[in-house]
């Protein structure tokens, strides 16, 4: 996947794998809040790309069609913790060519959700 500003200044990885995004992070100080926990924009952020990446490339891997977010709402279920290593997925869930509905999770090492999100993307142009 091509890598963006966004990417470099996070530290994430994000692979398209059998059909699937995934999103990975490992929590480091820079990614945390004053409580020494992950940070919720870090969080909103991940899921935000999977989601993003998700309705781009679904079904079609090979066309980047440059959808944008129109809404997401995310959910803080569990503090994220330095060394964690995350990993956010998501699955479209309806729309069509111009509009994409995507549920997403982020999960810790353990398989623990500690996030989830839902989200409408609008293509552009």
Known sequence: MTESGTQDLIGYSADFIEGKI??????EDKHLNRAE????GIMA???DVACGYEANLVPKPDKDTFMVTVSLTTNFIAAG????????????????R???YVQGALCNQDGKVIATASGIFRKTG
């Open 22 to 27: 995934e999103v990975r992070l490992t929590v």
């Open 37 to 40: 926990t992950l940070h919720g």
């Open 45 to 47: 952020t991940l899921l």
């Open 81 to 96: 913790k330095k060394g964690d290593d995350l990993l956010a997925s998501a699955t479209t869930v309806g729309g069509g």
């Open 98 to 100: 111009s509009v994409k």
